[in-house]
């Protein structure tokens, strides 16, 4: 089917703004549905190269496909001045409406999107705008607090900063003028003059509070009526996700688990890739067309089991395993297989007794990998080995039988700290034949969050306490001789800034346990899936391969870790492109140096520095920032710079130096 593309259309708001949108459109008479993503990363050309092949891929199977900038981003009007805001949603309404409308559409319309536009799907979704009749979420959370970038069991995350910091560069560069017309130069110094400090913005926020509630589906499932596909990666961070969704929600709705990153899976990696638009096209079908596909009949939760790596990598291009499904969620075929751990190490089916300690340097767990991976070389958990040898270790006997697990493994932990306020980080791990240690899942918690993060409370130094910590969910299979391993220490880094001490952590043998969800082996539903399909690519021409390093160094005189993150090129490994149809380059580097003494946590120390350049022969914009975040046993420290250039002369110029109390973190 042909497919017509209108570059560039305006959408009138009620308020005056106006919101820009770029439509695919199929060449045929009578209107069709819809499908809009909606999201503030630039369709002109922050998102052009993926959203060419899929959304044109969408309009060659019969639907207008239509992406849209939000307020204050792209081309659009106004100021974007956080996630998730109320104007957000509000204005997403009247954007459904006004789609509905057109002549081009039937009156019906679905919405998706990934990670952003995983988010405010659901979240438009419980506003239930009339149209609607269904949405497609990949990469999302029902939880802002809990399961989002900026938080992790009630500790920071490092990546709060790192977000905070790209959304500068991003937030930073003008519309296109070929499109914005004469008043490109005005509209782009307002809106950096408005720019928020983007990590200070989540980290004023360090308990679980109305901030958090706001956007967070969890507060009222039933608010969902319309049906739902949820979709996540082993390798990202945001999988908790999609079995909430399929246990709490009572709309129609199915859920996807793959081995992918942070990416949509029909480019997913690590791989394999699936026909997931063929799949996304089974979806709408099936709510926007009522056309009996068959979607409906697949398993309730489809997920790609892995099997353990045969040599640990922090870099890893295709997982080996089998795809699962589960008619239903919870599953009546994955029961709890518990183990105990014991004073010598032992992790076994009987329980036992004992206290052991543990205070792990602070710099323990430089082998995590990227909280969230984006399928980029490195960014995988590496070899557990060494961060195993500064932690409390439980494993059992080399198993005489398989044992397949899916869902989020639970550990009852009974300990206690010498100070208020501590962490513990939980990691199973699958150790091979030949010690080769490779994280399965992990969790970890802010203990004053053990109760729950809206009121944290600290602990009573050398008093025990039964804590609870889930797992992120997964799916893995432990091969005959293989050993299943559970690693505790007292931090995390660089995944979670420390602790205002350096905690030592006793653990009660006697009353901690870990629970796995096993599988039984019941029924077996058949999955499968297309390969891949795409519609035409856009024309990018690769100038630059991008280039990339990560480093991780051991003063031994000062005791001083650094992990090191450089990429030069392209901020996930896309390199420097020119985008042929627009005339316009991009070039993106980005450098992270986190460091922290073994035991002093003030030390701890996260630093970056980004370029953003691109253009075309006459004009070219140049952003810059530098930002940086330490702490004090009682606040937060966080500075940042912007520098945005044009044909290099400087145009404006902003500085942060902000200050937080620190609230049980």
Same mark, same amino acid.
């Given at each position: 089917m042909t497919v017509t593309v209108t570059?560039?259309?305006?959408? !009138?708001?009620?308020?005056?703004?106006?919101?820009?949108?770029?439509?695919?459109? %199929? +060449?045929?008479?009578? %209107?069709? %549905?819809?499908?809009? +993503?909606?999201?503030?990363?630039?369709?002109?050309?922050?998102?052009? =190269?993926?959203? +060419?092949?899929?959304? &044109?891929?969408f309009a060659a199977q019969g639907y207008a496909a239509i992406r849209v900038d939000m307020r204050g981003s792209g081309e659009s009007d106004g100021f974007l001045d956080d996630e998730y805001l109320a104007q957000e949603q509000d204005d997403a309404l009247e954007v459904i409406d006004w789609i509905s409308r057109q002549s081009w559409c039937n009156g019906r319309v679905g919405m998706m999107g990934k990670s952003w536009g995983g988010f405010n799907c659901l979240q438009v979704a419980a506003r239930r705008p009339p149209?609607?009749?269904?949405? #497609?979420?990949?990469?999302?959370?029902?939880?802002? *607090?809990?399961?989002? $970038?900026?938080?992790? &069991?009630?500790?920071?995350?490092?990546?709060?900063?790192?977000?905070?910091a790209i959304m500068l560069a991003f937030q930073a560069r003008p519309a296109d003028p070929l499109l914005r017309g004469e008043d490109w130069r005005t509209q782009w110094i307002a809106r950096l003059e408005h720019m928020p400090f983007w990590p200070a913005l989540w980290l004023a926020h360090q308990r679980r509070d109305a901030y958090w509630r706001h956007g967070s589906v969890c507060e009222d499932w039933s608010a969902i009526q319309c049906p739902v596909m949820a979709v996540g990666g082993w390798a990202d961070s945001y999988t908790n996700a999609v079995p909430e969704f399929l246990e709490h929600l009572a709309v129609p709705r199915l859920g996807l688990i793959g081995p992918w990153a942070h990416i949509y899976p029909q480019d997913g990696a690590p791989g394999p890739a699936i026909g997931f638009l063929q799949e996304a096209v089974r979806w709408w079908d099936h709510w926007l067309k009522d056309r009996d596909t068959g979607i409906m009949q697949e398993p309730m939760l489809r997920a790609f089991v892995e099997d353990a790596q045969s040599t640990v990598s922090s870099t890893k291009a295709l997982a080996s395993g089998r795809w699962r499904g589960e008619p239903a969620w919870p599953s009546p075929d994955i029961a709890e297989t518990v183990f105990h751990p014991g004073s010598d190490g032992s992790l076994c089916a009987e329980?036992?007794?004992?206290?052991?300690? $543990?205070?792990?340097?602070?710099?323990? &767990?430089?082998?995590?990998? +990227?909280?969230?991976?984006? =399928?980029?070389? &490195?960014?995988? !958990?590496?070899?557990?080995?060494?961060?195993?040898?500064?932690?409390?270790? *439980?494993?059992?006997?080399? #198993?005489?039988?398989?044992?397949? $697990? #899916?869902?989020? %493994?639970?550990?009852? #932990?009974?300990?206690a700290a010498d100070a208020p306020l501590a962490q513990i980080a939980v990691r199973l791990c699958d150790v091979a034949p030949d010690g080769a240690s490779q994280r399965v899942s992990y969790g970890v918690l802010n203990l004053a969050h053990r109760t729950g993060s809206a009121e944290p409370v600290p602990l009573e130094p050398g008093t025990f306490y039964d804590v609870l910590l889930r797992l992120k969910i997964c799916g893995h299979h432990f091969a005959p001789g293989h050993r299943i391993r559970i690693a505790l220490s007292t931090a995390y880094w660089p995944i979670l800034w420390p602790a205002p001490y350096a905690a030592t952590v006793t653990l009660d043998c006697a009353g901690s346990r870990l629970a796995l969800p096993v599988r039984q082996g019941g029924v077996e539903m058949p999955v499968a899936f297309l390969p891949p399909a795409h519609g035409p690519f856009a024309r990018i021409t690769k100038l630059a391969e991008s280039k990339s390093t990560r480093r991780v160094t051991l003063d031994s005189l000062s005791g001083v870790a650094t992990y090191e993150t450089k990429g030069e090129g392209g901020l996930f490994g896309e390199g420097v492109e020119h985008f042929e149809e627009i005339d316009l380059t991009v070039d993106h580097s980005l450098s992270r140096t986190l460091s922290v003494q073994a035991d002093d946590p003030f030390s701890a120390r996260s630093a970056i520095t980004q370029s953003f350049e691109f253009g075309r022969q006459g004009w070219r914009i140049r952003i810059e920032t530098e930002t940086e975040m330490t702490g004090q046993a009682e606040t937060f420290r966080m500075t940042g710079t912007l520098r945005a250039f044009e044909n290099g002369a400087l145009i404006v110029t902003r500085n942060w130096d902000e200050t937080f109390p620190r609230d049980h973190l």
């Amino acid at each position: 089917m042909t497919v017509t593309v209108t570059e560039h259309l305006w959408i !009138p708001l009620a308020d005056g703004t106006r919101l820009s949108a770029r439509l695919w459109l %199929p +060449e045929e008479a009578a %209107p069709v %549905p819809a499908i809009l +993503e909606y999201i503030p990363y630039r369709k002109r050309d922050g998102t052009r =190269g993926r959203d +060419e092949p899929m959304h &044109g891929y969408f309009a060659a199977q019969g639907y207008a496909a239509i992406r849209v900038d939000m307020r204050g981003s792209g081309e659009s009007d106004g100021f974007l001045d956080d996630e998730y805001l109320a104007q957000e949603q509000d204005d997403a309404l009247e954007v459904i409406d006004w789609i509905s409308r057109q002549s081009w559409c039937n009156g019906r319309v679905g919405m998706m999107g990934k990670s952003w536009g995983g988010f405010n799907c659901l979240q438009v979704a419980a506003r239930r705008p009339p149209a609607l009749g269904a949405i #497609l979420t990949v990469c999302s959370t029902a939880d802002r *607090f809990a399961n989002d $970038i900026h938080y992790m &069991g009630g500790g920071l995350l490092n990546d709060n900063h790192w977000w905070g910091a790209i959304m500068l560069a991003f937030q930073a560069r003008p519309a296109d003028p070929l499109l914005r017309g004469e008043d490109w130069r005005t509209q782009w110094i307002a809106r950096l003059e408005h720019m928020p400090f983007w990590p200070a913005l989540w980290l004023a926020h360090q308990r679980r509070d109305a901030y958090w509630r706001h956007g967070s589906v969890c507060e009222d499932w039933s608010a969902i009526q319309c049906p739902v596909m949820a979709v996540g990666g082993w390798a990202d961070s945001y999988t908790n996700a999609v079995p909430e969704f399929l246990e709490h929600l009572a709309v129609p709705r199915l859920g996807l688990i793959g081995p992918w990153a942070h990416i949509y899976p029909q480019d997913g990696a690590p791989g394999p890739a699936i026909g997931f638009l063929q799949e996304a096209v089974r979806w709408w079908d099936h709510w926007l067309k009522d056309r009996d596909t068959g979607i409906m009949q697949e398993p309730m939760l489809r997920a790609f089991v892995e099997d353990a790596q045969s040599t640990v990598s922090s870099t890893k291009a295709l997982a080996s395993g089998r795809w699962r499904g589960e008619p239903a969620w919870p599953s009546p075929d994955i029961a709890e297989t518990v183990f105990h751990p014991g004073s010598d190490g032992s992790l076994c089916a009987e329980a036992a007794s004992g206290l052991r300690k $543990i205070r792990s340097p602070l710099w323990t &767990g430089t082998a995590c990998g +990227e909280w969230m991976g984006t =399928g980029v070389a &490195g960014d995988m !958990p590496g070899d557990q080995r060494l961060d195993d040898a500064y932690s409390l270790v *439980f494993e059992t006997d080399g #198993l005489a039988a398989a044992v397949e $697990i #899916l869902g989020s %493994p639970v550990v009852k #932990l009974r300990l206690a700290a010498d100070a208020p306020l501590a962490q513990i980080a939980v990691r199973l791990c699958d150790v091979a034949p030949d010690g080769a240690s490779q994280r399965v899942s992990y969790g970890v918690l802010n203990l004053a969050h053990r109760t729950g993060s809206a009121e944290p409370v600290p602990l009573e130094p050398g008093t025990f306490y039964d804590v609870l910590l889930r797992l992120k969910i997964c799916g893995h299979h432990f091969a005959p001789g293989h050993r299943i391993r559970i690693a505790l220490s007292t931090a995390y880094w660089p995944i979670l800034w420390p602790a205002p001490y350096a905690a030592t952590v006793t653990l009660d043998c006697a009353g901690s346990r870990l629970a796995l969800p096993v599988r039984q082996g019941g029924v077996e539903m058949p999955v499968a899936f297309l390969p891949p399909a795409h519609g035409p690519f856009a024309r990018i021409t690769k100038l630059a391969e991008s280039k990339s390093t990560r480093r991780v160094t051991l003063d031994s005189l000062s005791g001083v870790a650094t992990y090191e993150t450089k990429g030069e090129g392209g901020l996930f490994g896309e390199g420097v492109e020119h985008f042929e149809e627009i005339d316009l380059t991009v070039d993106h580097s980005l450098s992270r140096t986190l460091s922290v003494q073994a035991d002093d946590p003030f030390s701890a120390r996260s630093a970056i520095t980004q370029s953003f350049e691109f253009g075309r022969q006459g004009w070219r914009i140049r952003i810059e920032t530098e930002t940086e975040m330490t702490g004090q046993a009682e606040t937060f420290r966080m500075t940042g710079t912007l520098r945005a250039f044009e044909n290099g002369a400087l145009i404006v110029t902003r500085n942060w130096d902000e200050t937080f109390p620190r609230d049980h973190l």
